[in-house]
């Protein structure tokens, strides 16, 4: 009995490549993440810039990697190969870690983020459509949940460790950022060696996917879904802020990244979980209940600052997180055809990219002009207004 059962658990039916590509995305984010959670920090604290400035370079960034990835996965679908530019955009972060730590003003700071997140926009989407190419439709869900799991603990790993070697090194930031380096040549090794990618399809033909035929072939359940993930992101702005909400918490310096620690955490314990479930249940319903936490959590932490508002609020947002993230992706797969996949992720992301850009923006505004609360508030009524959206659609496909 304990054999049948452990033989159709979801975690041995997912593909041995779908597990390699979860620990790539380990490794690079304890590497991303070892100077992610310091970065505010260092920008305010040693280098001087604003929180308007910290919002424009975090959502330059951001919307620089999402906006990327419409090209890469377009490509990848034109080549029919994907591991190629996986193998190339994470390099690409690998190598952008010892900018940080020689950076004297904003500027390479930037230079650095720039780098760093066309790596992440080359990789992205033909790693995300790699996945959906090797996994199961019926198990996509978990997969993608899986992977996001997997990255997540990377996403607090990092954080813990940077924690660790602040306080051994009396808060030596460039110190920090030159370790970063390792895990990130680590996790190049493992897509080299441990992800073999699915043979071109026999009926492969090498065609451009950006063209008006192949656009209305993505169909209006797609476009929704583009739609939607766009209104998430302008709701959820960089999570720069919560770091620096932890520092007026009155958190001591060297303990401030153990806030992304306690985040992914709980982002990491809920997406194998809610991936898993979203392959069960409906996705509407699972994205509201994504969308109240956010609220939630956005409440909690527009309240004055103290150790234990933060701490729920944090871990609200992390579930939230948890929630939705595998779920959009996976909604993503399912919405286009295999061939457009790539394109598909691209394009998804652009919309993303392009809100977080203005989110980040806004949140920076708000943060210097009307203080933290305000961009929290902010944040909350963005997710009203997107609930709202997703209950138009239910109505109208009820009406239909």
Same mark, same amino acid.
């Given at each position: 009995?304990?054999?049948?059962?452990?033989?159709?658990?979801?975690?041995?039916?997912?593909?041995?490549?779908?597990?390699?590509?979860?620990?790539?995305?380990?490794?690079?984010?304890?590497?991303?993440?070892?100077?992610?959670?310091?970065?505010?920090?260092?920008?305010?604290?040693?280098? %001087?810039?604003?929180?308007?400035?910290?919002?424009?370079?975090?959502?330059?960034?951001?919307?620089?990697?999402?906006?990327?990835?419409?090209?890469?996965?377009?490509?990848?679908?034109?080549?029919?190969?994907?591991?190629?530019?996986?193998?190339?955009?994470?390099?690409?972060?690998?190598?952008?870690?010892? +900018?940080?730590?020689?950076?004297?003003?904003? %500027? @390479?700071?930037?230079?650095?983020?720039?780098?760093?997140?066309?790596?992440?926009?080359?990789?992205?989407? $033909?790693?995300?459509?790699?996945?959906?190419?090797? !996994?199961?439709?019926?198990?996509?869900? *978990?997969?993608?949940?899986?992977?996001?799991?997997?990255?997540?603990?990377?996403? /607090? +790993?990092?954080?813990?460790?940077?924690?660790?070697?602040?306080?051994?090194?009396?808060?030596?930031?460039?110190?920090?950022?030159?370790?970063?380096?390792?895990?990130?040549?680590?996790?190049?090794?493992?897509?080299?060696?441990?992800?073999?990618?699915?043979?071109?399809?026999?009926?492969?033909?090498?065609?451009?996917?950006?063209?008006?035929?192949?656009?209305?072939?993505?169909?209006?359940?797609?476009?929704?879904?583009?739609?939607?993930?766009? *209104?998430?992101? @302008?709701?959820?702005?960089?999570?720069?802020?919560?770091?620096?909400?932890?520092?007026?918490?009155?958190?001591?310096?060297?303990?401030? $990244?153990?806030?992304?620690?306690?985040?992914?955490?709980?982002?990491?314990?809920?997406? /194998? $979980?809610?991936?898993?479930?979203?392959?069960?249940?409906?996705?509407? %319903?699972?994205?509201? @209940?994504? +969308?109240?936490? @956010?609220?939630?959590?956005?409440?909690?932490? !527009?309240?004055?600052?103290?150790?234990?508002?933060?701490?729920?609020?944090?871990?609200?947002?992390?579930?939230?997180?948890?929630?939705?993230?595998?779920?959009?992706?996976?909604?993503?797969?399912?919405?286009?055809?295999?061939?457009?996949?790539?394109?598909? /992720?691209?394009?998804?992301?652009?919309?993303?990219?392009?809100?977080?850009?203005?989110?980040?923006?806004?949140?920076?505004?708000?943060?210097?002009?009307?203080?933290?609360?305000?961009?929290?508030?902010?944040?909350?009524?963005?997710?009203?207004?997107?609930?709202?959206?997703?209950?138009?659609?239910?109505?109208?496909?009820?009406?239909?």
């Amino acid at each position: 009995m304990t054999n049948h059962i452990a033989t159709h658990s979801p975690l041995r039916q997912i593909p041995t490549g779908v597990w390699a590509l979860g620990f790539v995305s380990l490794l690079m984010d304890i590497s991303s993440e070892m100077i992610h959670s310091l970065l505010p920090l260092f920008m305010v604290g040693t280098l %001087g810039a604003s929180a308007l400035m910290v919002g424009i370079i975090e959502g330059v960034a951001e919307a620089t990697a999402l906006i990327v990835k419409v090209f890469s996965g377009a490509l990848s679908d034109y080549l029919g190969r994907r591991k190629g530019l996986a193998v190339l955009g994470y390099t690409m972060g690998a190598l952008s870690k010892p +900018l940080f730590a020689v950076a004297a003003g904003s %500027g @390479l700071v930037l230079a650095a983020r720039f780098i760093d997140r066309v790596g992440k926009g080359i990789r992205g989407a $033909p790693r995300d459509a790699l996945i959906a190419d090797i !996994a199961p439709a019926e198990l996509r869900g *978990a997969a993608f949940g899986l992977r996001q799991s997997l990255d997540t603990v990377g996403a /607090f +790993l990092g954080p813990l460790l940077a924690v660790g070697l602040m306080l051994a090194w009396n808060n030596d930031f460039r110190a920090v950022f030159w370790v970063a380096l390792i895990p990130g040549l680590l996790s190049v090794a493992v897509l080299l060696l441990g992800v073999r990618e699915p043979a071109i399809a026999a009926d492969h033909r090498r065609r451009n996917p950006i063209t008006r035929a192949n656009l209305r072939r993505l169909g209006r359940q797609y476009w929704w879904v583009v739609a939607i993930g766009a *209104a998430f992101t @302008l709701a959820r702005f960089s999570e720069a802020f919560l770091v620096l909400r932890a520092d007026q918490a009155g958190i001591p310096l060297a303990l401030v $990244p153990l806030v992304m620690v306690a985040m992914n955490i709980v982002y990491a314990a809920s997406a /194998f $979980p809610f991936g898993r479930l979203s392959d069960r249940v409906s996705h509407t %319903g699972l994205l509201a @209940l994504g +969308l109240l936490v @956010l609220i939630a959590a956005d409440l909690v932490l !527009a309240l004055a600052p103290s150790t234990a508002t933060l701490a729920i609020g944090v871990a609200l947002w992390g579930l939230h997180m948890g929630i939705t993230q595998g779920l959009l992706a996976a909604m993503v797969a399912a919405a286009a055809p295999a061939d457009l996949r790539g394109t598909a /992720f691209g394009f998804f992301n652009l919309m993303s990219g392009l809100t977080m850009l203005v989110a980040s923006v806004i949140a920076g505004l708000l943060w210097d002009s009307l203080g933290a609360s305000s961009t929290f508030l902010a944040g909350a009524g963005f997710c009203v207004l997107t609930l709202l959206c997703l209950a138009l659609r239910k109505q109208s496909a009820t009406d239909a």
